[in-house]
């Protein structure tokens, strides 16, 4: 399978403890972004990378919240002493080049905090 | 700001053409984007439009009028297996970003 995967699919929590989900993209893109999405609603924009460099952020991003893409392959989104408002499911998405015209999504991570 | 509308939900009947509107209040614009997303699964890419005017695609075709902020879908022969979110999302002026609708749920009945 040559598209986006992400892991796990599922995660349970309890409010307090901290949580860490891994986004896997298509080998060659060099773009790499992560988005929420909550029941009814459509994606929403968090952040995203160039290769390593994580370039924007959104305010939704809060302090509890921190992404890496180490070696600029696969990423990493931590969130710190969850609550229960960050219950939702969290998107990867990667792509090729500057303006390029499609973003890939993976399956994503669907997070309960109890 | 940001601003995306479409309705939330729309019922159909299988075999029949339905239109899904999209109207945008957005501070940048590159470009438009419908993807279909069934439940508890990822967005798939369905279209994309940059210029103004219609792209169509086997039974999906997607039309955009910038001087208007505005985009629609348009299935045609629905099949059931149609219903889904359908969601339209606008990329901002460096590419990077994509701001989406809340999504309309197309429910499609035999």
């Known amino acids: 399978d040559t598209g986006v995967s992400q892991d796990p699919r599922h995660k349970i929590t309890k409010r307090g403890q901290n949580v860490t989900f891994r986004c896997d993209p298509i080998s060659e893109h060099n773009r790499l972004y992560w988005y929420r999405q909550t029941l009814g609603q459509g994606p929403e924009f968090l952040t995203y990378?160039?290769?390593?460099?994580?370039?924007?952020k959104s305010r939704l991003l809060s302090d509890r919240f921190s992404a890496e893409r180490p070696k600029g392959s696969f990423s990493t989104l931590e969130i710190q002493r969850t609550e229960q408002g960050d219950s939702a499911m969290y998107l990867c998405a990667s792509s090729l080049g500057l303006t390029t015209t499609r973003k890939y999504f993976g399956p994503g991570t669907r997070l309960t905090v109890t | 700001g940001q601003n995306i509308d479409q309705p939330t939900e729309m019922t159909a009947t299988e075999g029949a053409i339905v239109q899904i509107n999209c109207t945008y209040q957005?501070?940048?614009?590159?470009?438009l984007f419908w993807y279909q997303q069934h439940a508890g699964e990822a967005p798939t890419f369905l279209s994309y439009?940059?210029?103004?005017g219609l792209e169509e695609k086997g039974r999906f075709s997607s039309f955009l009028s910038r001087s208007k902020g505005y985009s629609y879908l348009l299935l045609k022969e629905l099949q059931m297996k149609d219903s889904a979110s359908y969601l339209c999302?606008?990329?901002?002026?460096?590419?990077?970003?994509?701001?989406f609708g809340g999504g309309t749920r197309l429910m499609v009945k035999p």
């Open positions: 990378f160039q290769n390593e460099a994580q370039l924007e």
């Open positions: 999302a606008v990329r901002d002026n460096a590419g990077n970003m994509l701001t």
């Open positions: 957005t501070s940048g614009f590159n470009g």
């Open positions: 439009n940059v210029l103004d």
